[in-house]
Structure formats: structure tokens, C-alpha cells
């Protein structure tokens, strides 16, 4: 959708939409319940050996799921500690790029979501570009993309990027204000936004706009003579007219921004469009 003008047709279109199973005596009924401590560790493992044993992985797995069910069996010391170590590797895969391109401090992610090796149905292309190869990176990184961003599509219908370093590779935080000059903004086929996210739980920024992504759909945006386009990206609310109508507000601290451009050109995948460093202006 664009804009709320379009929400009467997109419920409508939600209320019209069913989902039958072919074989209902196949359907999973859910995850099983799991008791919660309120340890987020212990309950994470919890989960992980309840839900594992319900729900097999691809064949080429069940060895590592096998072992990994074996260590989740350890004492509570070691679970909270494997833990911790766990969400420090995953944050340092994203932070890094986890083995994708960095340019100008934008993690190129455009093969984060190519851990399918077994299953190729409706929607996805059984091509070796859009495989990870190494077992260890191809795990490590499906375990990221949950974390940082489920669910997303594979580059040929949508390549993102995203970014935690200014110009200078400092963090982004909402204690300065940044500028983002898209010139050209990025090519593709069909849309492209920019989404502000908070770190380290990756949530949508609660905003006096409510505004938690500007693109190619936003109205009102204000482009420069050339046809490039500016972006603001601060906490406190820009005094200037133009900064505030291209205003992408971030949260008081710590921020990720995510740049996602749907069917995008060949430019993109190949890496001729480079995608300019967020400047710290204040």
C-alpha cells in the first residue's frame, strides 16, 4: 500500500484471502508450549529442545541438530554461558556483514537469505548464485537473518542493506544527526524504502510523525534539483522545512537503518550502484 487511503482495499483483501491444507491430517498443530522462567537463557534452550524434537530439519542437518540437542543438556552455568557467546557471535555476524560485502559501511546483504539448499518451490530458484555454499556460514547466517530479519526474500526480488557506522565508523546513535544523499536513489523495478530500526532488539522506532520508513512511495519528499535526494535521520524533530519533510526520525540511542529496494536492477546485484556513507552533521 502507499498510503492509509489504501487500507479499505488491503483488508478487504486480507478478509477475501483463506488457507486450506491439502492434507489437514499432515499440518503440525503449533509449537508445543513451553513452561517460561523468566531466564532468558534457560528458556530459550527450553524452547530449543522442545521445538527441534518436534519439527525435523533438511536431512543434511540432523546430525548438527542431533549434537546441538546433546549440548543443550549441559548444566545451567554452561547453558548461560553458550548463550551469551551465541548472541555476541550473531550480533558481530550482523554488525560485520557476516562474509557479505561492506561498502562505505552498508553490510550488503544480498545473500543473507540463501541458506535453501533442500527445499525449491513456488517463489525460489534452485541456482547456485543464490546458495551458500559453506555449512558453517550457511547456518551461522541463517541464524542471523532470524535475528535481524526473518522471513526476508532472496536478492532477485529483493536486495537490502543495512548500516550501524557513520562516515567515520562510529555507531549511529540518536545523540547526533545524520544526512543519507541517495544520488541517483537506487534503481530498481519496483520500490525502495528506507526503514529505522533500534539496537539491539531490531524494533520499529515510535516516532511524533509516525514515520518508520521514507522511499520512492513517500509523499511529499523534497528532492534536490538533480534529482537526488537527502535524507535527515535524527531524534530531535529538524528546524529546517526541508530536512523535516525528508525527516526519517531515529530512536535516543544506539540505530540501524535499513535500505530494501524490491526487483532491483542489475546495477545493484553486481555492485556498480555504490551507496553513499551516512554523514554526522551534528
Known sequence: MDNEADLPAAHALQDATTLT???AAA????LPPVPETGAPALDFWAKFRAWSREFAPAPRDGQLQRGALQLAEAGEEQLEQAFAAGRAALDELLASGGG????????????????NLDYFEVGSLDED?????????????RAGAALG?????????????????DQDDQPLTGAHSYRLHLDPTPPVGAFWSLTMYDVPNYFLVENPIDRYSLGDRTEGLQFEPDGSLVIHLSHREPADARDR??????????FRPVLRMYEPDPRILDQDYVFPAITRIG
Do not use: C, M
Open 21 to 23: 491444507p491439502l492434507d
Open 27 to 30: 499440518v503440525p498443530a503449533g
Open 100 to 115: 557479505n560485502a561492506v561498502v562505505n559501511g552498508w553490510n550488503l546483504a544480498y545473500h543473507s537469505f540463501d541458506y
Open 129 to 141: 548464485r543464490y546458495k551458500i555454499a559453506d555449512p558453517q556460514r550457511r547456518i551461522a547466517q
Open 149 to 165: 530479519g526473518l522471513w526476508g526474500n532472496q536478492a532477485f526480488e529483493a536486495a537490502y542493506t543495512a548500516t550501524y557506522v
Open 245 to 254: 519533510a525528508n525527516w526519517l526520525p531515529t530512536p535516543a540511542g544506539a
